[in-house]
Nanobody
Framework: QVQLVESGGGLVQPGESLRLSCTAS????????MGWYRQAPGKERDLVAL?????DTKYVDSVQGRFTISRDKDALYLQMSNLKPEDTALYYC??????????WGQGTQVTVSS
């Protein structure tokens, strides 16, 4: 089993930056991709960014050029720059494993407001 714990959310003003972190524990060798999703109130949970074990990345168009996903062994990061009010959401870390499929963290809140 893989467990995920996110941190780094908070309240920031438009244009500011924030870095989210996610630490994986357990059977991390079963992970072949990790990513970040977000869910705004009243909306579905949507993909933000994804990174494979080979380092390939994928971003949703709305964050391309502003967000950067990276991974270092058992840690996943999302560097968010030039944040906008529409980035406000609960951000979830996810790991795709060969054993149990997708695993989710508990989420960390990001609020962008002046």
């Amino acid at each position: 089993q893989v467990q995920l714990v996110e941190s780094g959310g908070g309240l920031v003003q438009p244009g500011e930056s924030l870095r989210l972190s996610c630490t994986a524990s357990g059977n991390i060798f079963s992970i072949y991709a990790m990513g970040w999703y977000r869910q705004a109130p009243g909306k579905e949970r949507d993909l933000v960014a994804l990174i494979t074990n080979g380092g390939d990345t994928k971003y949703v168009d709305s964050v391309q050029g502003r967000f950067t996903i990276s991974r270092d062994k058992d840690a996943l990061y999302l560097q968010m720059s030039n944040l906008k009010p529409e980035d406000t959401a609960l951000y979830y870390c996810t790991a795709v494993t060969t054993t149990t499929g997708a695993v989710w963290g508990q989420g960390t809140q990001v609020t962008v407001s002046s």
